[in-house]
């Protein structure tokens, strides 16, 4: 499984940025996708995801700022971050749940949210 993403960078808070990720290599039906960060000195902790239904999930902090949405064959997913502030600031890495195969993540892209 691949997961290429992008859309990361340096922006003051307040600003927006909009991080998308390509997933490849998959051979069954996609269960979930989601977006994970690590900040600095951090565990990796769940930013955003979304399943079956189009059913969502926001970590608290990123509830009204964040924006998870997903093309029609489960092949990409794009997180739309407004809003932000530096404790943002994290690598952000898309996640895939395929049925019968354990999740993956990929490398990830780097968000510094300055004050």
């Known amino acids: 499984v691949q997961l290429p993403a992008s859309g990361g960078g340096s922006v003051q808070a307040g600003g927006s940025l909009r991080l998308s990720c390509s997933v490849s290599?998959?051979?069954?039906?996609?269960?979930?996708l989601a977006w994970y960060r690590q900040a600095p000195g951090k565990q990796r902790e769940l930013v955003a995801s979304?399943?079956?239904?189009?059913?969502?999930d926001y970590e608290e902090s990123v509830k009204g700022r964040f924006t998870i949405f997903r093309d029609d064959c489960w092949r990409a997913v794009t997180l739309q971050m407004n809003s932000l502030k530096p404790d943002d600031t994290g690598l952000y890495s898309c996640?895939?749940?395929?049925?019968?195969?354990?999740?993956?993540w990929g490398q990830g892209t780097l968000v510094t949210v300055s004050s």
């Open positions: 996640y895939v749940k395929e049925c019968l195969r354990e999740p993956a």
């Open positions: 979304i399943r079956k239904g189009d059913i969502t």
């Open positions: 290599g998959i051979t069954f039906s996609v269960q979930s």
